[in-house]
């Protein structure tokens, strides 16, 4: 089943619009609530008093109207009367402020008081609601992000999660190279987190303070799902995560979930209309990586977002409709939107849900009740399918993580490097898959391999392997850099890839935020920025060459063949265009299927169940686009013919079963 | 007595030149000095050793030259001693940082010590100097802002405000809506100052909270004010107020005291001098708003103003002069210029005086000669009378501070929109009180209503009556938003408003900083930006439409009759061409005065007693500029006949008696 | 000799590397090495356990192959076990929060604990280094700074300094005009340090504060000093500063050190390549005027910096080897490059050296290998040369700190100036040594003085003597605004020169970013922003008018003869074609050599010793330029002859003895 939901909440209206609510959902085809996500201090409102009265009469509202229930653990604000009972449930800052309350995510994962209570009330609200036969499962708490806490709990915490590691002190200077500066340990009471806030400290600390701060997150998270577990083994267990790119690391905190969640805003001004269609296809590609697996939406787009910040534009016609059926027809199974209605009192006043404060169904409820139609009625076609992809591209928290402690070169990101090669890929409608760096890739055909700054000899080898045995691997500039303890090797660079790429850097110019140009084997020119790694060819053969500077006419660019595969490695970053380009031939080269040429800012993608192909068209434009397919189709979303030339409005949506 | 008077600082000055500088005024035509703001650490060297000796002697300086003074309470500028003796005097920020003496304003509203100490301070000089027969009157503290402190004497004292109130927690948390977010107190204890300095809390709480701030400002002020009201049952009490925009509440501010006096330093920068006449003007406006009467400058320009920042442009040939006859235009009984001369130590020594370090009178020095050599011939004429106006613009705090809390879209500023109406009804010779929201309007033909984004039943039923008794209303976007509470209404907008005007808002678009356009009825084309609101007529006809996006065609302005009167609804913000050429064409109709074809940068007024009536005319601009009059006129300025063609060098000022 | 050294970590690598890295350096010519700064931790690993062994091999590593030693103390870097046992080695900040280790320089200077502990480890290095036969001299601490500490100890010192420097409160209170504000201190206890950050604070205090800062770190030098001298009388002592511009007072820091050593990093970015040569001879040009002799390089560029920052770019071929003979051309006697090799781990992972993490020596640093090749050739030729100047430019931290406290027009910046007047004389080929303004004079042709704001009247008679024996003086807008204590003279501008300069500014317009122009005497027309000084002439004619404003045909300029010699006082700030074309006339006029017509870029610098006169001509842009020379010489650099058209490559270096 492919679902719709909206996220509720019933504490924030009077008790006769629950009914009114729950009616016009029940008639729009809203199948599924999320609800109490926020609601501790109604919930307990003093210790230990707890008051599950009014969830029980909010969900057998829905329950009666045949809507299914998933419950939010309260975590993410701990109330008044917790936090001023046990101050030490606040984060404090790198200069030790307290995160007070009043904004919402105001816990620290590692205190003893925050972890106590969060299982007392997790425990009381999982043993009352295991057997509702509305509920269906749990999200634990909300948006999780890095704390950054330096409180005296993290801090012992940290000193043990090192002393796990390391084991002696010995060896972690060593591993993270203290001697610099003097900054060798006597005793482990010396570390502390990175107190005074500043990123001038040695990196090798600073990464494994990340990696700690997500082991913290992922062990609080774990203490809920334990309880969750244990009182209610029918029920799933997700988390909503906050999208990207994130220092936390979510293939981490995800092992423990069911499936992951994803709370999906993509932006809405006239400006950033035409990319975010394409950075949005990376975060549920990224999504669906996580698990490798279908994955639920559970927040989404339904108005203007705004309120500690100015609004957004609000969604054009078609905009909310065009951007769900984008999560579906990357792997999303269930759709929640946020939220039901404004919020009328808090923060969030102005972050728009579909209906507005004035409670008159307006243009925007219009479209959802059109999309809850189009979706229950496809959803059985849909049902158990999911995407297979030929191509995959990797990511990693860790590298995004130990690339923003050393930003390489001025105007150089990983990750917005991530989007433009997925945002080509998606160009020439390459469907991938966006993996941890760490996933097993056997299978794939063609895989990028963004920056792998941080490298170790297992990925190295089964990067290889997978060249081996027939796939094309794309290696760029800053890969083999540095070990996992974010130290340098002391190898020419790509290090552990540089027999395999057969290229080594004899120099880089980190030339930032200038300009220069690289000429291409097709004899094109594109313009490059960030950095330019002079190659050295040993194997491998050029194709691109810098047109600029002192290393004008040395290679650029380069290609080697290695077993029954090839190993492209890219020493600059050059503009969108040549890697539409280069992806083109070499996606081609490596078998992969294309559908090259789509207009801008039309997608596609294919969910698959056996031998049924679904091929989704999606104009996530502001303009009227014509995409060219293969043959005419029956449109399974309208009943109409359509094709082989495809007039597409604004915001059009198609789906056809591939013959 | 229209009255020209400075700022005198003798305890920054060898004693001799007390004499010769008193002297320098007297021929001058100054007849009136402030001192002793700021001397707390001269009047009172160590713990309740007085030595008011150097005052008494400067006093005397000044009164044996028939020179008046006013007195300046010392209590911005606790003395070390005191804040040395007593932390608690000094404000401490967000984060709990005491903000530190050496600069100024170093003092907390709540602090008991001091409110005790100001008492005795200010006791000790009014009985002092109450029977003085130079001494006329009394300036309380300097420049009030919102000290924004933390303190536990504020926290106990919001406390306690909220107490009174909401009487109860239930009814606080319920105004509130804090069951958001579990921000549900279950007891006063947990309710502190917003900590953290975050902008992203409860909106109704940290409305609430500002509210509270210009409380304990009118508290620490009245327990001078009634000190003084004690003592000195002769002598008149005032504040020189800061300027606008403003979070501190004037209105309340001010409610104690018998005029208001404003401290008013327009804009040398050639780039803003075009525009920082119309907003002066606003600011004149607004200060003879806030009591309803003519009021006093306090300090005004004498030269390039410049210490914590690089200083300005030095004020033209004629600049002092031209803006010292703008305030009188519009309301000003007296004029003390800042400062008589520079401070040759301290963090102010370039806020330049009147005469610079050399203590040779200059340029500026001459230009002021002439102008109090002018100001005191036409005293006896312009005495006693004042501006009336058949146009109000209304203002309020509280909605400034509402605003500030949530922006609304990107570049949307409630007071910039204020100043953008103002600026076209001043390009209209339209002459308007600026009021606040909540004031009486009977008789006003004409009032703009910017954003009543807070509305109460109160208000809106005083202006629908104004309409229905024959004002023209204006009301724009964002009104009806939420309850006084901050809390949004759950009715079509504009709320409250919206029978009146004849229409509902459908939809918004927050647009921000993209540009749309609009047709009005004239056939004109002119830009938009921040808003769109997309009306529903129900009554109203439409005046502009829409000519971008979804919402084309849709109706953007609209005008509604309503008993006598007429009821505007503009939608949308739009360039400042749209407001001359609709105002112009509205208060025609509705018999207001105006002056249509003043060339940029010229502004007329009107000051009036009885059957009198002085038109002023000043060329507030860089440019030559020709006035056209209706006939010809003696000048009361000089000894010549002008008009109908009036030919004006830049800062050119000229006052006639109106037949 | 002028020698070419390398700094060098043995710590940071495996010690079967030194032997490799010091064998390679012996054949590259590399002479000398600096060791040990940094490496607290490694030689006292505890308290009081102290391990020189390693470092004992080390320098016979390098000794054993004839390499001398530079040692420098560890002080910047207290190791953990000192931090954790006596916090108050670190210093805070202006809001109390220490800066923690991690980084270095994370000490207090005026910190018992500190200097205790400083004196202890450099006792026993010296005590064991002081008869080891490489071991040369002495490098203090690292890159002095002022740290802008809060603490109690600083407080309690800061006191004391003051009550030695005023003896009494009242006279304190007077010399900073302290009753400006209620600021006037009862007792020394109220003082503190500028807690809370504000620079809106009392300016004769916060320059006093800069001045305290100055002393305390000469006074922790000074300590170290004192052990180096009694323990090591054979060897020098030097500190490396840390460029330009510096709040910390440079004169008074290496009053007690052997010569000063400079840390040089010319900016690699194409855009800033050109100006950053002139800012470079500018600072060379001040490194020796600070003890009026020659200088060491103690560390400079050998790669792309980067770290805390984005990498820059990389150095261009011939970059590095130019900007090495650019600091010999103007009195360098020794080269140490920083660094042999990128450190592997820590904070500095980015801060390029000569070979990069692979230990693959590339072109980088075959350009070393001909750098040092050539230095060693010429050594004896310019061993015991110097540089001699016919004109000086005056330079005083303590107007850098005056002027940075008050800025006094937007985009006025002392230093930017001082470069914009060097950047001329260096285009013309003038020599200069750029001195402190307190510095003997006799002897200069030329002298120009930017922006003598503090001005006492010493150095004013002083710059008057040099005029009437035949100097050509130059003078400034802001001179002789305020007396040593940065409280306004009353005098008119420009005060204690005004007699001598023959003018005096009537008024002034500070027009910041504004373009304003003035006609020369030339003819020609020139921008200038910033300021503008009105002048009225007593004696002086004028030499440039202003062509804006109601100033428009004011002097800008004026000459003044006075005894033998002439005033110029310029009341702008022009354009940099101004000054070229002014100081050509004015310097020829004063009979300075001058070399006027040199390309953009390149630069000429004169060594000298007896007769023996050796033209340094430098190429410092990216392009190709041609030189006209008076003659044909015979490169010593280069075996061939040159001239008189010499076309030079980028960053060609060419050196002749002058006929």
Redo the contacts between chains.
Sequence with gaps: MIKMGVDY?P??WERDLWDQDAELMRKTGVRLVRLAE?????LE??EDRYDFAWLDDAIDVFHRRGIEVVLGT?TN?????L??RHPDVLPVDS??????????GHRCYNSPSMRQYSEKIVDKLASHYSKHPAVVGWQIDNEFALNECHCENCSERFRQWLSAKYESLEALNRA????????????W??I?P???G????????LLDWKRFETDSVAEFQQLQADVLRNRCPGHFVTHNIWSYPMSLDYYKLCETLDFASLDYYPNT???KSMISGYSGALTLDLTRGIKRRNFWIMETISG?P?????????P??GFIRAFAWQCVSRGADTLVHFRWR?????????WHGLI?????P???FEEYVKLCEEVNRLSPLLSGSTVKSEAAILHSHDLYNALQI???????DYFDNLKLYHRAMTKLGIQSDALNTTADLSGYRFIVAPSLYLLDKRVARHLEECVRNGATLIVTNRSG?KNMNN???????PGLLAEAAGVSV???????K?VHSIRAKNGKTYTCAQWCDILELSGAAPIAWYED??FAGKPAASVHSLGDGKVYYLGMIAEENFYVDFFREAASEAGVELFPDLPEGVQISVRQKGEERYLFILNLSRNRQTVTLDQAYSSQLHERRIGPKLDMEPYEVEIVELA
Tied chains: 1, 2, 3.
């Design positions: 909440y504490e924030h926020f609601a501790w201090s109604r409102p003093e309260p604000t701990p109330p008044n009367w936090v001023e200069l030790l402020h307290p995160r007070n309350p009043g904004i919402r993270w190279g203290t001697v610099v500066w003097s900054g060798e340990y006597s005793s009471s010396q502390n990175p107190l005074g500043t990123a001038f400290k040695n990196p090798s600390y001004s006239p400006e203007p705004g309120c500690w910040f100015p609004m957004w534009r609000t054009q016609p404004n919020a009328p009192a808090g923060a969030e006043q102005f507005d404060h004035s409670n008159v307006g243009r925007r050393q930003p390489q070169a001025e105007g150089m850099v130290v340098c090797r002391m190898e020419p660079l004899s120099e880089y110019d980190p030339i930032g200038d500077d002192f």
